[in-house]
Antibody, heavy 118, light 108 residues
Framework: QVHLVESGGELVQPGGSLRLSCVASGFPFSTSNMNWVRQAPGKGLEWVAY????????YHADSAKGRLTISRDNFNNRLFLQMNSLMAEDTAVYYC???????????WGQGTLVTVSS | SYALTQPLSVSVAPGETARIPCGGNNLGAKSVHWYQQKPGQAPVLVIYSDVARPSGIPERFSGSSSGNQAFLTISRVEAGDEADYYCQVWGFGSGLRVFGGGTKLTVL
């Protein structure tokens, strides 16, 4: 079955950088569009970024543009989120999610917590 | 930018029917998806493309959409249905995804 496992979340100082990783299994990763979604503590879901199956087309939420960058490695079935110039507002659980029918997100990982604090 | 509106909370007694609305401009022309999220867990897709149910989701969960509103309906509500529910649409061609603010379903 589909399995998504995120890693890389940790405590980081404001202005710092972090790289999140999501390893995928149980489905043809190289033919699946993928996303990052985040959830600040006690808040709702916020879409962060999207990448097409081949990594050519990428979209980022306005809140992420210029600082958070999605990428993928289809050879190793991995999705990444490079996070630079981190701010307190980036504190959240970050989920990777597989694109499904009609633009839904049909499978999610368990999430990885990023805390930005001095 | 496009926005989806959901009530903060909906309460229902066990065995009754819960109806959770999601509002957005011309929402009926878009595909609406619904997610269930229980405390400390990742979201789970319960309805996609307005009305379709993923495998493993009980038939008690159904969706509808018309005009500027979509609805998630949960029939014969159980205590285990208590969760946050989010609606979501996808801006085709832009990759943009928008979530509603979420509705907390309380089973009385």
């Amino acid at each position: 079955q589909v399995h998504l496992v995120e890693s890389g979340g940790e405590l980081v100082q404001p202005g710092g950088s972090l790289r999140l990783s999501c390893v995928a299994s149980g489905f043809p990763f190289s033919t699946s569009n993928m996303n990052w979604v985040r959830q600040a503590p006690g808040k709702g879901l916020e879409w962060v970024a999207y990448t097409s199956r081949d990594g050519v087309i990428k979209y980022h939420a306005d809140s992420a543009k210029g600082r958070l960058t999605i990428s993928r490695d289809n050879f190793n079935n991995r999705l990444f989120l490079q996070m630079n110039s981190l701010m307190a507002e980036d504190t959240a659980v970050y989920y990777c999610a597989k694109h499904g029918e009609g633009g839904s997100l049909d499978h999610w990982g368990q999430g990885t917590l990023v805390t930005v604090s001095s | 930018s496009y926005a989806l509106t959901q009530p903060l909370s909906v309460s229902v007694a066990p065995g009754e029917t819960a109806r959770i609305p999601c509002g957005g401009n011309n929402l009926g022309a878009k595909s609406v998806h619904w997610y269930q999220q229980k405390p400390g867990q990742a979201p789970v897709l319960v309805i996609y493309s307005d009305v379709a149910r993923p495998s493993g989701i009980p038939e008690r969960f159904s969706g509808s959409s018309s005009g500027n509103q979509a609805f998630l309906t949960i029939s014969r509500v159980e205590a285990g249905d208590e969760a946050d529910y989010y609606c979501q649409v996808w801006g085709f061609g832009s990759g943009l995804r928008v979530f509603g603010g979420g509705t907390k379903l309380t089973v009385l």
